[in-house]
């Protein structure tokens, strides 16, 4: 009734509210009102007069009021029924029942159900028979059924868990007309268009003809989950609705495996939305353990978005061997890393220092992934955790350098020949070499092989019988570019170039972040490594696991669930219903809605057919409440007349005192009992009082002691490791003040008194130089104190290993090497991640830092010094340049010249040690040499740029 969902049982009887006017002119008469007069009984004598009385007019509003009452008596008559149950056009033909019953169905299905029995209840009236025709199923030959067991039918469709194609079932539909003739069709739609809806909207006209068609609409619409996405710092998954419909808002919740809840995140359509996201800032632990995400109080498989290893976020840790001042931030390895693995992990860099300190940090945490970039020697602890940590299941991936071209250790797929390869030199390439080829079996099969792709260097690989197979990719030359290897339940992988573009631009190309998602799949996904290499799929099929029914809940695989493809990405089907399938340790998950997909309103506007609203609630018979309403205003009316007439006036006036008094008296009372009592609000402030003065203050913290560090940095000072020999630590504490004298004499530096310290417990980065003499024999330092002097050498601070036993070597080319001042270095040094060193070359900058020098004498001669190898310039006037140097300070310093004894000095101001060979100008020589030595340590690049600075002129021409 004119959009209202209101219907009358005998509409007829509404012919009645035609007499209305006639009641208004019949009631606006009354009788007049008596007036009241007090006189004595004689004055009625005198006074009696006769007078002719006539009625006065009911005033309009009585009249309103009692037009009304009639009115509703009326309308109770003509049996009002509110929210009637809907129904089809009304004929004799069969009726033929067309059911939306996909996962977008699944939200208003009972709604749905009960306009379809109400269909089935009225066509049993008319003794129609009846057909269903579930969208779902178009292999389904509709028949037609009794009413009975068209309702029996009814009860065992179900929504599915799936879209459904409308357009497959409308050759069914078709046939079955024609077989039938003349049909009425029932359409129960809801409303959403999942894909094809103009095509089946056109294709119904066509196959319905002239026949009579009801389209039920109206239901609650449907919402979906789609396209969720782990990010770095929150997971997102967008909330879809079919159309605009005004503002609305929900909740998403966060399940893990085994159901229990994870969080929930709020999402809220604006009024011309049809999509928003939800969006969860969870730990990336916590987002890791979601299995299933799902719209709060919405039944349906649209609504829930199943999450398997894919959408999980690596945790993966990158340790960096390049010491800080020549890692610069957009060239260092770490910044290529970082940039190819933050779209699909959460990358963790380690901070800059001892790398042993950062691995131990991330085996702590237990990531699935480590990367090492041209980490070189381990510690023997660190390199046994690491091993237990990979046949757990972890994945180490490691990439080559200069640091780990020296080392030798056995976390690497294949064996490593010492150093590597380069252009234009033996075993080198005349020329760039390309990417050949990836291994079928590796995890980059199938990836495009780059073009643009060349290598310049890298580390090779020992020539076996297994390298073959443990080839992942391939230079054209045959040699492996990556190595791969299963140890236990984890994987070694070794990328044989550098992370940076020094050795080869593999880190700027498309193909590197591809190649590192792969080996990332291989990972785990939470804090414990998971069975990631060890569970690898290697079927091309998985079987389903459990699956969702078209409600969203879970369970057993219906016997039309057929496994699908390992790679499977699509969207749920009737062959592949939403689900987990595969292993239960690691299973694959299928949705509903594919990533890309949306929804939209169905436009039903081009059918020419019948409307009708499904039910929202019961239909309620408004007799009783209009019969009731007309009895009470039939009272008021009767109320109203009484006080017209002048009966009650008195009633009132003889009880206004009474009331009055009583008003008076109940106020007097809420005053009393609604006051505060005094003596209670004084007592109920004592114990907060109290409660006050009992609150503990917070303690004060004395400050730490920081006489050292004020020490250290009020003033340059050299420093020099205590070995706990008196006579070694008196003779080096004077070396160390004698050159401070040499430096304040000779340059514009004026150092401090030098400071002995204990690697293990003083802090090492107030210091550019450390001078540590070797003692033969002496125990191996703390690993914490190693990784100490690691950390202090990454961040730029340089030490200078003096062994002062050059006078002990034993001839021949490697005597050097074999003193005991050298043996007991090389022990130290096999836990440190030393770079490659070479002998001081006659152009390193460290020969012209100050002084003009050849070699770098001390109490002995015949001893070498050893710095990191810089790489060489391959242009032509690289030998005609006066100096070369690297991007940075070489960390270490090796002689065996015994500095600190020719430095030291007595308080005569004599030599506290004889020279050897004692050749003229020795000791001068031995002092520029640490002159050279300290101020190479605090200028670095800017003493190279000065050398340069002839080079660079000509260079310009200026």
Do not use: C
Request: charged fraction near 20%; charge should be neutral.
């Amino acid at each position: 009734m004119m959009g209202l969902p209101l219907a009358f049982a005998e509409p007829l009887l509404l012919l009645g509210l035609v007499a209305l006017p006639a009641l208004w002119w019949l009631l606006r008469v009354m009788p007049p009102r008596p007036r009241r007069v007090s006189f004595p009984p004689t004055k009625l004598l005198f006074e009696i007069a006769p007078k002719e009385e006539t009625p006065s007019r009911t005033p309009w509003w009585l009249t309103a009021l009692r037009l009304l009452a009639a009115a509703l008596v009326i309308f109770a008559a003509a049996g009002p029924i509110w929210n009637p149950p809907g129904g089809a056009a009304g004929s004799n033909a069969p009726l033929v029942i067309v059911l939306d019953d996909g996962w977008s169905a699944a939200a208003s299905w009972d709604t749905r159900l009960k306009a379809a029995d109400e269909l089935i209840a009225s066509a049993e009236s008319a003794r129609r028979g009846v057909a269903l025709v579930p969208l779902s199923e178009p292999n389904r030959d509709p028949t037609l059924l009794p009413a009975g067991t068209a309702r029996v039918a009814l009860r065992q469709i179900a929504p599915k868990p799936y879209a459904v194609e409308r357009v497959d079932t409308l050759p069914t539909l078709e046939r079955f007309l024609k077989s039938t003739g003349d049909a009425e069709i029932a359409w129960l739609t809801d409303g959403v268009d999942t894909g094809r809806g103009p095509d089946f909207t056109a294709g119904l006209a066509k196959a319905i003809g002239d026949r009579s068609l009801t389209i039920f609409e109206g239901a609650a619409p449907a919402h979906a989950l789609a396209a969720a996405e782990n990010a770095a710092a929150k997971m997102t998954v967008k909330v879809l609705r079919p159309g605009s419909g005004g503002s609305e808002a929900g909740t998403v919740r966060a399940l893990d495996a085994k159901g229990a809840p994870i969080g929930e995140a709020r999402f809220a359509f604006a009024a011309q939305d049809t999509e928003t996201e939800a969006a969860f800032e969870l730990p990336v632990e916590l987002r890791n353990d979601i299995a299933r995400l799902e719209i709060a109080g919405e039944r349906s498989a649209g609504a829930v978005q199943l999450l398997d290893k894919r959408w999980r976020r690596r945790a993966i840790g990158i340790v960096s061997g390049a010491s800080s001042d020549t890692a610069q931030p957009l060239l260092a390895s770490t910044f290529y890393l970082t940039r190819a693995l933050a779209p699909f992990a959460d990358v963790r860099v380690g901070e800059r220092g001892a790398p042993q300190l950062a691995i131990a940090q991330f085996l702590d945490q237990k990531l699935p992934m480590i990367v090492l970039a041209d980490v070189g020697a381990l510690a023997p602890e660190i390199r046994e955790r690491i091993s237990a940590w990979i046949e757990a299941g972890g994945v180490l991936v490691r990439f080559a350098g200069p640091h780990l071209a020296q080392a030798d250790d056995d976390l690497v797929p294949v064996k490593l020949r010492r150093g590597g390869r380069s252009l234009g030199g033996s075993l080198t390439w005349e020329k760039p070499q390309h990417l050949a080829s990836f291994a079928a079996g590796g995890p980059f099969a199938g990836l495009a092989v780059p073009a643009d792709v060349t290598v310049n260097r890298q580390v090779l690989a020992e020539p076996d019988a297994v390298l073959a197979t443990k080839s992942w990719a391939s230079l054209v030359d045959g040699t492996p570019l990556v190595t791969g290897d299963h140890r236990g339940k984890g994987l070694v992988a070794l990328f044989h170039v550098s992370a940076d573009m020094r050795w080869s631009d593999l880190p700027m190309s498309g193909s590197f972040v591809e190649m590192l998602r792969r080996i990332v799949d291989l990972s785990g996904y939470t804090a414990t490594p998971g069975a990631g290499v060890a569970g690898e799929l290697n079927a091309a099929t998985v079987a389903p696991l459990r699956t969702l029914d078209g409600f969203g809940a879970f369970g057993p695989p219906p016997s039309t669930a057929k496994p699908m493809p390992a790679d499977f990405r699509d969207r749920a089907s009737l062959d592949h219903p939403p689900g987990f399938y595969g292993p239960a340790d690691g299973p694959l998950a299928v949705n509903a809605l594919a990533a890309a997909d949306r929804i939209a309103a169905l436009d039903t506007a081009g059918l020419r057919a019948r409307r009708a609203g499904y039910a929202t609630a019961e239909p309620s018979d408004l007799r009783g409440i209009l019969l009731s309403t007309a009895l009470a205003l039939f009272l008021v009316d009767a109320v109203i007349v009484a006080l017209l007439g002048g009966s009650l006036g008195a009633l009132f006036r003889r009880r206004r005192a009474a009331s009055a008094a009583a008003l008076l008296l109940a106020a007097a009372l809420a005053a009393v009992t609604l006051s505060p009592s005094p003596s209670q609000a004084q007592s109920n402030s004592r114990p907060a009082a109290q409660g006050a003065k009992q609150a503990p203050k917070p303690a004060d913290t004395a400050p730490g002691n920081d006489d050292f560090a004020i020490k250290a940095v009020s003033q340059t000072r050299l420093a020099y490791v205590v070995t706990g020999n008196a006579d070694v630590d008196s003779i080096v504490k004077a070396g160390m003040s004698g050159l401070s004298l040499f430096l304040a004499q000779r340059t514009a530096l004026e150092a401090g008194e030098p400071v002995g310290i204990d690697p293990l417990r003083d802090e090492l980065a107030f210091f550019p130089l450390i001078y540590w003499p070797v003692i033969a024999g002496a125990p191996k330092p703390p690993q914490d104190a190693i990784n100490r002097i690691d950390a202090y050498m990454k961040q730029g601070g340089t030490v200078l290993f003096d062994t002062r036993d050059a006078l002990e070597a034993p001839p021949g080319p490697n005597g050097e090497s074999q003193t005991p001042g050298m043996l007991t270095l090389r022990s130290i040094l096999s836990s440190l991640d030393v770079p490659e060193l070479e002998p001081v070359p006659r152009e390193h900058v460290l020969t012209k830092t100050f002084y003009l020098l050849r070699d770098f004498p001390g109490r002995f001669n015949s001893g070498q010094t050893w710095v990191e190898t810089l790489p060489r310039d391959e242009d032509d006037d690289a030998a005609a340049r006066p100096a070369r140097g690297g991007d940075g300070v070489s960390p270490i310093i090796i002689t065996s010249n015994d500095l600190a004894g020719a430095w030291a000095m007595r308080s005569d101001g004599l030599p506290m040690l004889p020279l050897s060979p004692g050749e003229p100008r020795q000791r001068e020589f031995a002092f520029r040499a640490g002159v050279n030595i300290v101020m190479y340590t605090l200028t670095g690049n800017y003493k190279a740029d000065q050398v340069h600075a002839p080079a660079l002129i000509e260079r310009l021409g200026q």
